[in-house]
């Protein structure tokens, strides 16, 4: 089982990044999957879940109505769209895929991880 994480890179507050996961190994459909982030020194933290279908999304109350979680079953993949970022956005994000088909904001609640991806906004 593999989680790839793509998309990072370097934007300039105020810009835009589309991170994707793609999973293989086996099918993730039935279940939710999610993205958190990290900086150096801090726990991991919940950014955004989506749930199997698609039909509910969660956010962090500090990235709501700026990003956007979606997914692709057919392709097997989640995505974040991240708009209007801010220097405080930095950091290491990370795909999950949640146990069961609703997302949760604990990481207890998902059982494989990608690698990470790194995003740095500047100010």
């Known amino acids: 089982v593999q989680l790839q994480a793509s998309g990072g890179g370097l934007v300039q507050a105020g810009g835009s990044l589309r991170l994707s996961c793609a999973a293989s190994g086996r099918t993730f459909s039935s279940y939710a999957m999610g993205w958190f982030r990290q900086t150096p020194g801090k726990e991991r933290e919940f950014v955004a879940g989506?749930?199997?279908?698609?039909?509910?999304?969660h956010y962090a109350e500090s990235v709501k109505g700026r990003f956007t979680i979606s997914r692709d079953n057919a392709k097997n993949t989640v995505y974040l769209q991240m708009n209007s970022l801010k220097p405080e956005d930095t950091a290491v994000y990370y795909c999950?895929?949640?146990?069961?088909?609703?997302?949760?904001?604990?990481?207890?609640?998902?059982?494989?991880w990608g690698q990470g991806t790194l995003v740095t906004v500047s100010s």
């Open positions: 999950a895929v949640g146990r069961s088909a609703v997302p949760t904001t604990d990481e207890s609640g998902y059982n494989y």
């Open positions: 989506i749930s199997r279908s698609a039909v509910s999304t």
